[in-house]
């Protein structure tokens, strides 16, 4: 079982930087894929960026590439998400999620979710 809560979030201007983090409970972290997504008001879930369970593959949507650093700390059970050059598009709730084994793009594989934390970007 894991549980994931996250922090980090708030208001930051557009241009700014932001990092939000996922502590998450269990022995078994460090065997987990997590992935970050977030949904903005009247919009659907979407990708952000994955990590696989030893940190070395890595993948981010087309929107955030370049912006956006997914990162994880096994021994300290963290994953963070650090955003520069942040927009005014990038305001949402941000959610990470677990799963066991391969990370996904896709959030219905994921078995576990944070309550998520709300970004927003002022212009």
């Known amino acids: 079982q894991v549980q994931l809560v996250e922090s980090g979030g708030g208001l930051v201007q557009a241009g700014g930087s932001l990092r939000i983090s996922c502590v998450a409970s269990g022995r078994t972290f460090s065997r987990y894929a997590m992935g970050w997504f977030r949904q903005a008001p009247g919009k659907e879930r979407e990708f952000v960026a994955r990590i696989s369970w030893s940190g070395g593959i890595t993948y981010y949507a087309a929107s955030v590439k370049g912006r956006f650093t997914i990162s994880r700390d096994n021994a300290k059970n963290t994953v963070y998400l650090q955003m520069n050059s942040l927009k005014p598009e990038d305001t949402a709730v941000y959610y990470c999620?677990?799963?066991?084994?391969?990370?996904?793009?896709?959030?219905?594989?994921?078995?576990?979710w944070g309550q998520g934390t709300q970004v927003t970007v002022s212009s």
């Open positions: 999620a677990a799963k066991p084994g391969t990370s996904s793009s896709s959030g219905d594989e994921y078995d576990y």
